[in-house]
């Protein structure tokens, strides 16, 4: 696994899994910070204000039936620019094995609220991309995936930073080389 | 001659007296000849008056035979008769767009709009009824910050939704929708198990109520507000029940699911404050 990871196949792969998590939680956050904007049509770029965007998310959120209003608000302010944060730190690549790990999480802990929203009957909207996303078992299958596919990353990561067998040398190995490089000096 | 000028005085005095007298009696007879004329209802029973079923009656004292003006009795025996023989109420014309203007409730005014798509046999429509819009009604309807729009869309996988609808809608037409949405939620679990929407809807209308939503079932307005509903709906997408769209300045917002009303009121405000 070490060598597969470390080798030129797994880093393209690494690469590609990194930068697809990371577009992931870009466009997650941009669907959340964009609402209602993007129901209506509005030009991508045009943001609605925060405080009309988060308590619209905050709709989203409290339709799970899952938790309290105080936690619903506090969930809708912050999950959105955590996601920001994720994506650009996943697309730069920096701390990856702990970005990857932060995200690894998150995901686990959504797919889990999907399964169990979905488990209970709830006909609600996904909300994990913006409004008008019903959820259903396409929702699991895509949440599923993705969070396979971080899950690899974060792997993928921990173990490329490894140091490889074939380059490192044992302790014994190198006093033998170094008698013998020696050895052949004199 | 004393005397001729104390008979003449005396009789002058009687004269005048009965013509003050007469004066009077034709003054109260013809003041409660007006009174009648004005207002016929009187004469009908409070409850008739009160159901809004008041016949049209005949005005007393007018078209009065001139054979029964010496008699009072016969002449009230007549009148009774007449009140009896009144014609039947005249027919509620029910119009889509007089039915879907009864299932509003607010100002039109208001800076927003929430269209909701609701089906009465939908568990999760009846859990937003309950801890969402009733306590809206109460709030940021009367005050005019919020006017809401109901709209049928009843799902096929529930077997009774659309009769539910239908009673509603019937309701509606006379100006009962009110009270019978709130029935039909709050009793839903029975009607959605046995299919009697009529005995639930029975416990809220009067009998004279019932039968004029029983007699408007058959009218074909009924039906098509309903596919008006759905077609609308399907056209905004709505695939699920509830499903609410907010409206404000122009912007619609979908909000899908039971939402609670205090997040929906944050939502309006952060809105209305823009």
């Not at chain 1, 956050?29 to 619209?56: D, E, M, Q, R």
């Amino acid at each position: 696994m070490a060598p597969f990871a470390q080798g030129k196949t797994g880093r393209t792969l690494l690469l590609i899994g990194r930068l697809v998590i990371a577009a992931v939680f870009l466009v997650a956050a941009y669907a959340k910070l964009h609402a209602p904007n993007a129901v209506t049509g509005k030009t991508l770029l045009v943001f609605p204000p925060v405080s009309i965007s988060s308590s619209f998310f905050a709709l989203q959120v409290d339709s799970y039936q899952m938790l309290p209003n105080w936690a619903v608000v506090l969930v809708a302010r912050t999950l959105p620019w955590l996601e920001l944060g994720v994506g650009v730190l996943l697309l730069t690549g920096i701390g990856l094995g702990y970005v990857g790990t932060v995200a690894s999480v998150l995901l686990l802990f959504f797919f889990g609220v999907v399964v169990r929203t979905y488990a209970k009957g709830l006909e609600i909207n996904c909300g994990c991309f913006g409004p008008g996303e019903k959820l259903g078992i396409k929702t699991l299958l895509r949440d599923g995936s993705i969070l396979s596919l971080s899950l690899a990353v974060t792997a993928g990561a921990f173990i490329s930073r490894r140091p490889s067998r074939l380059t490192s040398v044992p302790e014994g190995a190198a006093a033998k080389s170094a008698t013998l490089s020696s050895f052949a000096k004199n | 001659m004393h005397f001729l000028k104390f008979r003449v005085r005396s009789l002058m005095i009687l004269v005048a007296t009965l013509l003050v007298g007469l004066g009077i009696a034709v003054g109260a007879l013809t003041s409660k000849v007006w009174h009648r004329r004005a207002s016929p209802a009187s004469v009908l029973s409070p409850d008739a008056e009160a159901s809004g079923t008041a016949p049209q009656a005949s005005p007393i004292g007018q078209n009065r035979p001139a054979g029964e003006a010496g008699d009072s009795a016969h002449y009230l025996q007549a009148q009774a008769k007449k009140v009896t023989r009144v014609k039947a109420p005249p027919p509620v014309k029910v119009s889509a767009e007089g039915i879907a203007a009864n299932r509003t409730f607010g100002s039109k005014d208001a800076p927003i709009t929430i269209d909701e798509f609701s089906d009465y046999e939908c568990p999760a429509c009846r859990q937003l009824y309950l801890q969402t819009v009733r306590p809206m009604l109460d709030d940021y309807i009367a005050s005019g910050k919020v006017y809401l729009i109901y709209h049928d869309f009843p799902l096929p996988i529930h077997h009774y939704s659309r009769d539910a609808a239908r009673y509603a809608n019937a309701a509606a037409a006379i100006g009962k929708f009110d009270p019978v949405e709130e029935v039909l939620f709050n009793k839903q679990a029975e009607w959605s198990a046995n299919g009697k929407v009529e005995d639930a809807v029975a416990t809220v209308l009067t009998a004279a109520e019932m039968k004029r939503v029983q007699d408007l079932l058959h009218n074909d307005q009924i039906d098509q507000v309903i596919e008006q509903d759905s077609a609308m709906g399907r056209q905004l997408g709505v695939n699920q029940t509830p499903t609410m769209f907010v409206t404000h300045k122009g912007q619609r917002s979908p909000v899908v699911g039971v939402v609670s009303y205090q997040i929906l009121k944050m939502y309006f405000d952060n809105l209305m404050r823009q």
